[in-house]
């Protein structure tokens, strides 16, 4: 290897082995990936923070809910999360009404899990994708320096037929190799950090959920007594 040859990063991705250029292509693929599931997660969760906000001061309000029940499943296209989730319990308490239920634990007990279905759905639904900035964030790391330990390898066979071996010598060829792990580390940080916020955001949102699934239940508790 021509010592004195180009020692770019695009030129040491070129020129590295076919094992670590195929490395290098995966985790590329994957970083693409992770920053494409990034920005998409990221417009999710905020949309998802200004609907609930914007039902909550709906709901808050003081208006009557067989209105707002109704102005809800009339644009049930446009409505966020917390929205379905008052949807789901407020048609099953309906239902309930309707068919005279007489014993209001049955009643409320339709309302909690229709609710609490809706709920698991808007909380998958939140955290798709998550698992793989996980592993992303996890693995990538591991793949990268595959990718280094290989290149290191095939430099150093090269210097098999070398009459002498010099640092010089190999340095090209390891600096290929660890191209390998600066693009792990490029697809792992990210991941790892959108992960973290991701999931902090979300976790705050279920709380949110969680707290209008028990208030809603006693606005209705009080309506039926």
């Not at 150093?156 to 792990?181: C, K, W, Y």
């Amino acid at each position: 290897m021509n010592v004195n040859q180009d020692m770019s990063i695009l030129s040491l991705i070129t020129q590295a082995s076919f094992t670590v250029q195929c490395v290098m292509a995966i985790l590329a693929i994957v970083s693409l990936m992770s920053w494409t599931y990034i920005f998409r997660k990221h417009f999710a969760i905020k949309r998802a923070k200004q609907q609930t906000e914007r039902f909550e001061a709906d709901f808050w309000s003081g208006g009557d809910l067989n209105m707002l029940h109704q102005a809800v499943t009339t644009r049930r296209g446009e409505q966020g999360a917390l929205a379905r989730i008052f949807e789901a319990g407020m048609a099953e308490f309906v239902k309930g009404r309707q068919s005279k239920l007489s014993d209001v634990n049955t009643l409320l007990d339709g309302s909690r899990r229709a609710m609490r279905a809706a709920y698991q759905r808007e909380m998958d639904s939140l955290e798709s994708h998550l698992a793989f900035l996980a592993s992303t964030g996890s693995v990538s790391p591991y793949v990268g320096l595959f990718g280094t330990v290989w290149g290191i390898m095939h430099a150093f066979r090269g210097l098999a037929n070398v009459e002498q071996a010099t640092l010089a010598s190999v340095a090209p060829g390891i600096a290929e190799a660890l191209v390998a792990t600066a693009i792990g580390l490029f697809a792992a940080i990210p991941a790892v950090v959108a992960y973290n916020r991701f999931s902090h955001d979300i976790d705050r949102l279920s709380i949110r959920f969680d707290s209008f699934i028990d208030e809603f239940l006693n606005i209705l508790q009080r309506q039926v007594r």
